[in-house]
């Protein structure tokens, strides 16, 4: 099924000049870009955006992370769109991930792991209306 997904490029690869470099391997991944922007967050949107994690030791160290300057949002489309990605983003830790994988290539550490992508359809539509609007999760035609 062609569904949508989210992807954010953390200000730590942003501030590594690897933007580029993390959008052509989701270009070579398959997945068309439908948006994206870059945008600064305030502490109210990053709370928001996390607000799933609220209360979790890492919490606060993640919202300063993310706010600590400006990230890239891209809205993307393909077939099984969010397993897809999750499996080329690989997990949390880029320590654990394989080595092919975006966070085994372009991250730092547990938090500065270069990239966030929605891990369920669920989540895939709150972050995605979070950041380009209401409707923008399903799938034109
Ligand atoms: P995910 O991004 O792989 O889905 P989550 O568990 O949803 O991982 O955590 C959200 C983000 O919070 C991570 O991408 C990472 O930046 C940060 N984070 C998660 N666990 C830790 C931790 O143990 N220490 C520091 N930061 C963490
Ligand atoms: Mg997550």
Do not use: Q
Request: charged content about 30%; proline content about 6%; glycine content about 8%.
């Amino acid at each position: 099924m062609r569904e949508r997904t989210l992807l954010l490029v953390k200000p730590d690869a942003v501030s590594r000049r690897v933007v580029g470099k993390i959008i052509s391997a989701i270009e070579e991944s398959g997945f068309e870009i439908e948006d994206m922007k870059m945008l600064r967050w305030t502490r109210e949107e990053a709370e928001g955006f996390y607000h799933v994690h609220r209360g979790k030791p890492f919490f606060e160290g993640l919202v300063k992370f993310m706010t600590s300057g400006p990230i890239v949002a891209l809205l993307l489309e393909r077939e099984n769109a969010i397993k897809t990605l999750r499996k080329l983003v690989g997990p949390t830790d880029p320590i654990e991930a394989p080595p092919c994988s975006i966070r085994a290539l372009y991250g730092t550490n547990v938090r500065k792991n270069a990239v966030h992508a929605s891990d369920s359809p669920e989540s895939a539509k709150f972050e995605i209306e979070f950041i380009f609007g209401k409707g923008r999760h399903l799938v034109e035609n």
